[in-house]
């Protein structure tokens, strides 16, 4: 008991320990919150763009990146194209909001900033082509896959940014406030800051690379020059001016190992995925069993695939990531034998929080019988049961 009344005693202000009246009280709280009388516009947004890095990163995330919320016209052709030839596969709710999701404006009113935040999730563990997968009866597990599920990780975290954000923020752009710059628009958490991951009406990649986060590689994922592709991206759309950051230059140039390692040919142009023919869209994306006329596309792989990331020569810069991810024991390329005899309680708590849940045992199972069948009718084709 005494040491923790020692603790908070040690963590106070000894300031605020002297009693005063609460006119006084409140004039010294708001004079500790609004910016210095003097301060520029400048020095403001400065300070607020240091506010939100500095948070993000105390919040968990491994980098931060800020672009000018504006409308997004050419991407929004190219995602109404990439719509209109059907690309999203199963994923109807791609279709839905089209004008919202390139419009930050739609999404907060007032929108002057987008901040990215990327979590890495890379790990010592080794690479699809590494593994005698087929030698050993084993599948491609992705590695985005083998630790905790990044959306609940992100999502905890954009909670905790979001709280630290509106208790230093709330009070210094409350109703009454004038900046030097004008009035204020009344900051009020959902209105004025939004954060999303993967769902929310934000094509992330694009806000990725005008943050400067990284540039788009062929395959359309976000790469940095130092961490590879292997990080995960939230995004957090606000009212408050912030500093932008510069865009990095591709260093892609000619290169095209993805397009040409991907075994379905499902990048079917640089920078444009058909998800019908991605494995990651058939593993994780298919509700129930997976159709005949797709089965054959899983090739080796159990739940999502990771071969256009892997070939990647970015990648070999990239450090191991955030320890959430780390792999949990068992999941770098699972035997298919073992995942077919797991019962419902063994499932449950190997993929408890974990992203493979989603697809769940029957799901997971049917995935694995896939890669067996293509084996097997690979063998036929091999021992020449099977007219070429
Ligand atoms: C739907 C989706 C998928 C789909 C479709 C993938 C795709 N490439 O669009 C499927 C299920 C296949 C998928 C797979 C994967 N995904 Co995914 N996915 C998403 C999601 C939810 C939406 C993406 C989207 O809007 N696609 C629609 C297309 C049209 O959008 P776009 O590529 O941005 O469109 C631009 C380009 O295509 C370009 N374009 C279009 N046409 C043309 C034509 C020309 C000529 C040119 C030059 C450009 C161009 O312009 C468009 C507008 O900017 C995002 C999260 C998010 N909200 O952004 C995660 C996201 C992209 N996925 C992610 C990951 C990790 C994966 C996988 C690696 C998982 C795995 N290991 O299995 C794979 C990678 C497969 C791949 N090569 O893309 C990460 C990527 C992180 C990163 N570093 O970039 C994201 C951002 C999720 C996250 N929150 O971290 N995914
Ligand atoms: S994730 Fe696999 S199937 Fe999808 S584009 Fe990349 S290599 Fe091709």
Redesign the pocket.
């Known amino acids: 008991m005494t040491d923790r009344l020692d603790t908070l005693l040690a963590a106070l202000d000894p300031d605020d320990l002297i009693v005063r009246s609460k006119s006084e009280r409140r004039r010294r709280a708001r004079a500790r919150a609004l910016p210095t009388w003097g301060e520029t516009s400048e020095q403001t947004r400065a300070r607020r763009t240091q506010l939100f890095r500095d948070q993000a990163l105390a919040c968990g995330f491994s980098r931060v990146g800020i672009a000018r919320a504006q409308a997004l016209p050419q991407?929004q052709a190219?995602?109404e194209?990439?719509l209109a030839a059907g690309r999203h596969g199963s994923?109807a709710w791609?279709a839905d909001d089209v004008a919202r999701r390139c419009d930050p404006q739609q999404v907060v009113a007032g929108a002057q900033s987008v901040v990215l935040l990327a979590l890495d999730y890379d790990s010592a563990a080794a690479h699809t082509r590494d593994l005698p997968l087929q030698a050993e009866d084993r599948a491609w597990l992705?590695r985005?896959a083998w630790g905790d599920d990044?959306h609940m990780v992100a999502e905890r975290r954009l909670k905790q940014l979001e709280v630290a954000l509106t208790a230093r923020l709330k009070p210094e752009l409350g109703e009454q406030f004038r900046g030097l710059g004008g009035p204020v628009q009344p900051f009020q958490a959902l209105r004025d800051l939004r954060w999303m991951?993967?769902h929310g009406p934000?094509?992330?990649?694009?806000w990725a690379v005008r943050a400067g986060l990284g540039w788009r590689g062929k395959?359309?994922?976000?790469v940095h020059p130092r961490h590879g592709?292997f990080?995960?991206?939230?995004c957090l759309i606000t009212s408050i001016d912030l500093d932008p950051d510069p865009p990095l230059t591709d260093h892609c140039g000619t290169c095209t190992a993805c397009l040409d390692a991907c075994p379905t040919g499902a990048i079917v142009?640089?920078?444009?995925?058909d998800?019908r023919l991605?494995i990651?869209?058939t593993t994780?994306?298919t509700d129930g069993a997976i159709p005949a006329a797709e089965r054959h596309l899983v090739g080796d792989h159990v739940f999502?695939?990771?071969i256009?990331?892997d070939v990647r020569p970015w990648n070999r810069f990239s450090q191991p990531g955030d320890p959430a991810f780390a792999p949990r024991p068992g999941l770098v390329a699972p035997r298919l034998a073992d995942l077919l005899a797991l019962d419902t309680d063994e499932f449950a708590s190997i993929f408890a929080q974990n992203a493979v849940k989603r697809r769940g045992l029957a799901g997971l199972q049917d995935n694995a019988r896939a890669v067996q069948e293509g084996r097997s009718a690979a063998g036929r084709h091999q021992r020449g049961d099977e007219p070429t």
Do not use: K, N, T
């Open positions: 991407a190219q995602l194209a990439w994923m791609l992705s985005y990044y991951v993967d934000a094509l992330e990649r694009e395959h359309s994922l976000v592709s990080f995960f991206l939230a142009a640089p920078y444009v995925v998800a991605c990651s869209h994780i994306e999502g695939c990771d256009c990331q």
